[in-house]
């Protein structure tokens, strides 16, 4: 079953615009991540937030968590060409150690 | 350099063949993990290990197989049974099962003919 979903399913800007994506879970979490996948290949983590945080940056990125809506979102501030990429958000639910993956937003970033 | 190395990138299968894909890592990782990706969708997990001579069935393994004997390497085997195999499979490694981030190789792309 899916522990993850993002939305939206697919996001297209021009440069230079941020860009927001949602993550919905349904099961309590300890730690929710980011990921960014480039067409055709592997994973690469971006951000871990923790349970007990509300918001963290990386760079040009920040990730806010509400544990009490079971929501979490993803904002690329400033976005490049290079930013085009598929995003998935991911959890791992208490009772078990492995990631569940949502299905990802497809982010187009247009010069 | 650490990492994950998986091999073939590509592999063209026969209907009634099996296939086995491999995935090494040098990061000295305990866990070890595969996953299916299908066109536009999340992935979704095949097998996973969390130390060497084990390992627990995911959530569709059904139609495959997989050995730990090395701590480095964790191959995937693509069986006759496995009625959609066409897809894209993804080996991840992590510290330990508990720490979750995921390091994943570059994927295997495998196509039934």
């Known amino acids: 079953s899916q522990q993850g979903e993002e939305d939206p399913q697919a996001l297209s800007i021009q440069e230079g615009e941020n860009a927001t994506m949602n993550c919905s879970y349904k099961?309590?979490?300890?730690?929710l991540q980011w990921y960014r996948q480039n067409s055709g290949r592997g994973l690469v983590h971006l951000i871990l937030?923790?349970?007990?945080?509300r918001e963290k940056h990386s760079g040009r990125l920040r990730v806010t968590l509400d544990t009490s809506k079971k929501s979490s979102s993803l904002l690329i501030t400033a976005s490049r060409a290079a930013d085009t990429a598929s995003y998935f958000c991911?959890?791992?639910?208490?009772?078990?150690?492995?990631?569940?993956f949502g299905t990802g937003t497809r982010l187009l970033v247009s010069p | 350099d650490g990492g994950i190395t998986q091999s073939p990138k590509y592999l063209f299968r026969k209907e009634g063949q099996n296939v086995t894909l491999s995935c090494e890592q040098n990061?000295?990782?305990?866990?070890m993990y595969w996953y299916r990706q299908d066109p536009g969708q999340g992935l979704r997990l095949i097998y996973y290990?969390?130390?060497?001579?084990?390992?627990q069935k995911g959530d569709i393994a059904e139609g495959y197989s997989v050995s730990r004997e090395k701590k480095e390497s964790f191959p995937l085997t693509v069986t006759s049974a496995q009625k959609n195999p066409t897809a894209f499979y993804l080996c991840?490694?992590?510290?330990?099962?508990?720490?979750?981030?995921?390091?994943f190789g570059e994927g295997s792309r495998l196509t039934v003919l």
């Open positions: 937030i923790r349970s007990n945080e």
């Open positions: 290990s969390q130390i060497v001579n084990d390992f």
């Open positions: 991911a959890t791992p639910p208490r009772s078990f150690q492995k990631l569940v």
């Open positions: 991840a490694s992590s510290i330990s099962p508990q720490t979750g981030e995921l390091f």
């Open positions: 990061l000295n990782h305990d866990a």
């Open positions: 099961t309590s979490i300890n730690n």
